[in-house]
């Protein structure tokens, strides 16, 4: 870390930050405190080499900067971003705090990836997708709203098996992220149709035909689901309730909450939470 004098401030960190996150270090020779945190700000400026750039300021040389951002008390750390400060704390942090406090104010290593797969998963290209997403997954294993994307799509390219799989991590949390429990009836009914097209050895959409009987009805309208077509599948659920409501009647309200959750469009799902309302009182 190198250190700044006054004059050197705005060029050396208001600007720089213009261009990438800058950390100072208000602290003085005499601090106790001081002398405990700079070794571990030294070792992370090695770490975030080109990612952030760290400077320290003696506060005794620098009044004016003291009366500038307030600095009463010392060590005082400081994040400047697009020449302004964006964040601070004071006294003595432990490495891994001070790792948060600063990864908090940068791009994360995935979004690139993330913005890549979203982009691509617009334009209907969804195998190159599929792709951005487990690179993003793989930088990231924590990354659950890239995870359920990655689901979707895998359950819309008919790898149910794979997108079954990378549920699995996700599965406990579903009780407390609804989004997760609404990809749970989805991943439930990809198993359900595999197993069916298994024991009759035909393929999952010979099987399927909506006008015939309610099971086949239900599952034309679960295949609708997992490919992403929600309209149709919530027209064909709702027709399925008009004709029999004591079939399946639970399990078509667990995938009509499930596509009101997934839909993108509120107004549609506003729409049919009305037409659905009728059918189940």
Known sequence: MIELSES???????????????????????CGPCRMLGPILEKLSQDYEGRVRMVKVNADNAPQLSKRYQIRSIPMVMLFKNG?????????????????????HLPRVED????????LS????????????????????????ARLELIQILLQLSLWDDAAQCFEVLRSKKLNDPKIA???????????????????????????????NPQQCLQ?????MLSGRWTQAMDLFLDLLARDRRFAGDLVRQSMLAIFQLCPDSQVVSQYRRKLGPLLN
């Open 220 to 224: 034309a309208a679960q295949l609708a």
């Open 122 to 145: 617009s334009e209907g290209k969804l195998v190159e997708a599929s792709q951005s997403y487990k690179t993003v997954i793989a930088l990231n294993p924590g990354q659950e709203s």
């Open 8 to 30: 050197m401030f705005d060029d050396e960190v208001l600007e720089v930050s213009k261009q990438q996150v800058v950390l100072v270090d208000f602290w003085a020779p005499w």
């Open 84 to 104: 302004q400060t964006v964040d601070q704390f004071m006294g003595v942090r432990q490495e891994s705090e001070i790792r948060r406090f600063i990864d908090g």
């Open 182 to 212: 609404a990809i749970e009836v989805l991943i439930d009914a990809a198993q359900s149709l595999a197993a069916t097209s298994s024991k009759s050895n035909q393929t999952t959409e010979s099987l399927i035909d909506s006008s015939a």
């Open 112 to 119: 690139k990836d993330l913005a890549q797969a979203r982009r």
